[in-house]
């Protein structure tokens, strides 16, 4: 246990700095948490170090994880060293009007846009990493590519028992028909929130027929690839890389009257979305959504709960597992389009919560 001011040294993936090297991370002050990174995973989220998000370097990357409290800082009441917790980009501070509104989870308290626009400092205006006698940045309030990582007490969720409350993003209706245009891990993660909500027909649309296995396997009656369709393929190609006009289509693909268009995932920059006024005219809603409409530090360990209780399953959506030291490989199969992994620091290969593996993803 570490003293609030000390230093441990740890194996941390920075970006634009040195690659896989050893860090500094410090508790430094109040309402701060050490959190050994036990668990962690990937996604095409990191693809920041491409420029297609904003971040400032050099950084240490990566915002999903599940670990145990190392240290605390002053102040800190909601966690203590050795409970299991969950590092989460979106603080939650329970107490502004955001936070106490039920359909709110961006918090007001503190500045959602320092975690997602990558201005790479805690709450306090301080990074907590340095390399070589140098700082590195924080990425998205987490950067949970590390050993060991140093978080604000409102962004970390303590695993609990309580179930969680009905909430969903799309409010998906019992016997609805839901599609979900690709078949990543947030895709397949979407089919089974329709499939718990009650869709009787769920579609997935992928350029990838190789998803469709694990598409099927959560529940989707139907997946079709666009290669099958009559367009030319360069237009195929295109839209289903990231083009707005994907986007447009899917969202126009809903029931004209009182379907429900979501756009969830990290957008490209500079895309704009343009329709016909008349579909929304007729009732239908178009609508986006961050972390699922959920608040991070309550709904997190609900949804575990869920896990636990075997309401959906993580195995189906977890491709490859890796050591930490392996984190360039694992990192390389998105590239490569594999669908999702998971990284398991070398110090803890069997990851347990509860008495059950966690991939948290």
Do not use: C, S
């Given at each position: 246990l570490r003293r609030a001011g000390s230093t441990l040294h740890c194996g941390t993936w920075a970006s634009h700095c040195c690659g896989f090297s050893c860090c500094g991370a410090?508790?430094?002050g109040a309402q701060a948490s050490v959190v050994v990174a036990c668990s962690l995973g990937s996604c095409g989220s990191r693809h920041m170090t491409k420029g297609a998000i904003v971040s400032k370097f050099p950084v240490t990357v990566g915002h999903e994880a599940t670990g145990v409290v190392e240290s605390i800082g002053e102040?800190?009441?909601m966690v203590k060293p050795g409970v299991t917790v969950i590092p989460v980009f979106l603080p939650q501070c329970r107490e502004c009007k955001a936070c106490r509104d039920p359909d709110g989870n961006l918090c007001v308290t503190f500045d959602v846009s320092n975690s997602i626009t990558g201005h790479g400092v805690l709450a306090d205006g301080t990074t907590r990493f340095t390399c070589r006698g140098k700082p590195v940045y924080h990425f998205m309030s987490t950067s949970t590519f590390t050993e060991y990582t140093v978080v604000d007490e409102t962004s970390v969720a303590k695993i609990d028992d309580e179930a969680h409350p009905?909430?969903?993003s799309s409010r998906v209706t019992r016997g609805s028909t839901c599609v979900a245009f690709g078949l990543g891990r947030v895709g397949l993660l979407v089919i089974m929130g329709c499939k718990s909500a009650g869709a009787s027909r769920i579609i997935g649309i992928d350029l990838n027929k190789d998803k469709f296995e694990k598409a099927v396997a959560v529940r989707a009656i139907k997946c079709i690839s666009p290669k099958d369709s009559t367009k030319p393929i360069n237009e195929v190609l295109s839209e289903m890389t990231g083009e707005a006009s994907l986007v447009i289509d899917a969202l126009a693909s809903c029931s004209m009257n009182y379907g429900v268009g979501v756009v969830v995932g990290a957008p490209l920059s500079?895309?704009?979305?343009?329709?016909?006024?008349?579909?929304?005219c007729a009732g239908c809603t178009r609508k986006g959504c961050v972390f699922g409409g959920w608040e991070s530090r309550d709904d997190v360990p609900k949804l575990?709960?869920?896990?636990?209780?075997?309401?959906f399953d993580l195995d189906q959506v977890t491709t490859h597992v890796f050591p930490f030291k392996q984190i360039?490989?694992?990192?390389g199969c998105i590239y490569l389009f594999k669908l999702v992994f998971l990284v398991s620091s070398d110090k803890y290969p069997e990851v347990e919560l509860l008495g059950h593996r966690v991939a948290l993803l």
């Open positions: 410090q508790v430094l102040g800190v009441t009905e909430k969903v500079a895309k704009m979305l343009t329709y016909d006024p008349v579909l929304l575990v709960t869920d896990f636990l209780e075997k309401k360039n490989e694992a990192w």
